[in-house]
C-alpha cells in the first residue's frame, strides 16, 4: 500500500516531519543558512541545533540599490553636459526641465511646464545663485548622479559636499 505525499488534518504528523517542514520553509525563507543546514544533514537536526543555527545566522542587509549613472563632470562657465541622462532618459536640446535645491545638492527633472533648458550644445546652464550656495565655481567638478527611480532625475553635488560626506566633517 502506497501512502499520497498529501497530508490531512485528522492525521497527527510525527516531530520529525515538522521539523522537516521547518527545515524547508526556512531555506525558502533564509538561504543564505543553506550551507549551514547541509553540513548538519539537513532533515537529521534535533530542534536545539536548527534552533542555535536559525539564531546564529547572520542577516544580510538588502541589497543597497545603486543609482543608474553617476560622473564627476567639469564646469564649463557654469554649464554640464548631461551625456548620461540624455541617453538613459532620451533628453533632448530643448527638453523642458524643472529644478529643485536642496541643503547639499540640486536636483533636475523633465516637466512639462519648465524652461527649455538644455542648450543646442547638450548642455545645462546652473544659475550662479545656486552654484554659489553649494560652493561651485563656474570651471568646477560636480558628481551628477543619474537615476531613474522613483522617477526619472539627476542629482548634483558639487565635490567639497562629496569630500565631507566621505569624510564625516
Same mark, same amino acid.
Given at each position: 500500500?502506497?501512502?499520497?505525499?498529501?497530508? !490531512?488534518?485528522?492525521?497527527? %504528523? $510525527?516531530?520529525? *516531519?515538522?521539523?522537516?517542514?521547518?527545515?524547508? +520553509?526556512?531555506? /525558502? =525563507?533564509?538561504?543564505?543558512?543553506?550551507?549551514?543546514?547541509?553540513?548538519?544533514?539537513?532533515?537529521?537536526?534535533? %530542534?536545539?541545533?536548527?534552533?542555535?543555527?536559525?539564531?546564529?545566522?547572520?542577516?544580510? %542587509?538588502?541589497? =543597497? #540599490?545603486?543609482?543608474? @549613472?553617476?560622473?564627476?563632470? @567639469?564646469?564649463?562657465?557654469?554649464?554640464? !553636459?548631461?551625456?548620461?541622462?540624455? #541617453?538613459?532618459?532620451?533628453?533632448?536640446?530643448?527638453?523642458?526641465?524643472? $529644478?529643485? *535645491?536642496?541643503?547639499?545638492?540640486?536636483?533636475?527633472?523633465? %516637466?512639462?511646464?519648465?524652461?527649455?533648458?538644455?542648450?543646442?550644445?547638450?548642455?545645462?546652464?546652473?544659475?550662479?545663485?545656486?552654484?554659489? +550656495?553649494?560652493?561651485? !565655481?563656474?570651471?568646477? /567638478?560636480?558628481?551628477?548622479? !543619474?537615476?531613474?527611480?522613483?522617477?526619472?532625475?539627476?542629482?548634483?553635488?558639487?565635490?567639497? =559636499?562629496?569630500?565631507? $560626506?566621505?569624510?564625516? #566633517?
Amino acid at each position: 500500500m502506497e501512502l499520497e505525499a498529501s497530508t !490531512t488534518s485528522n492525521v497527527p %504528523a $510525527s516531530p520529525a *516531519f515538522i521539523r522537516a517542514l521547518q527545515v524547508e +520553509r526556512l531555506l /525558502q =525563507t533564509r538561504p543564505d543558512i543553506a550551507p549551514i543546514l547541509a553540513a548538519n544533514s539537513s532533515f537529521n537536526i534535533q %530542534a536545539p541545533l536548527l534552533d542555535s543555527i536559525i539564531k546564529n545566522a547572520p542577516v544580510l %542587509a538588502p541589497a =543597497t #540599490r545603486l543609482p543608474d @549613472s553617476f560622473s564627476i563632470v @567639469s564646469l564649463d562657465y557654469g554649464r554640464i !553636459t548631461l551625456s548620461d541622462a540624455r #541617453r538613459l532618459f532620451l533628453w533632448e536640446v530643448g527638453t523642458e526641465l524643472s $529644478s529643485s *535645491f536642496s541643503d547639499d545638492h540640486i536636483q533636475v527633472m523633465a %516637466a512639462q511646464s519648465g524652461a527649455p533648458a538644455i542648450d543646442e550644445s547638450g548642455r545645462l546652464l546652473i544659475p550662479a545663485t545656486l552654484r554659489r +550656495r553649494l560652493g561651485i !565655481t563656474d570651471k568646477g /567638478q560636480v558628481l551628477v548622479v !543619474t537615476d531613474s527611480q522613483p522617477v526619472a532625475h539627476v542629482r548634483i553635488y558639487s565635490l567639497q =559636499t562629496l569630500h565631507k $560626506s566621505l569624510t564625516n #566633517r
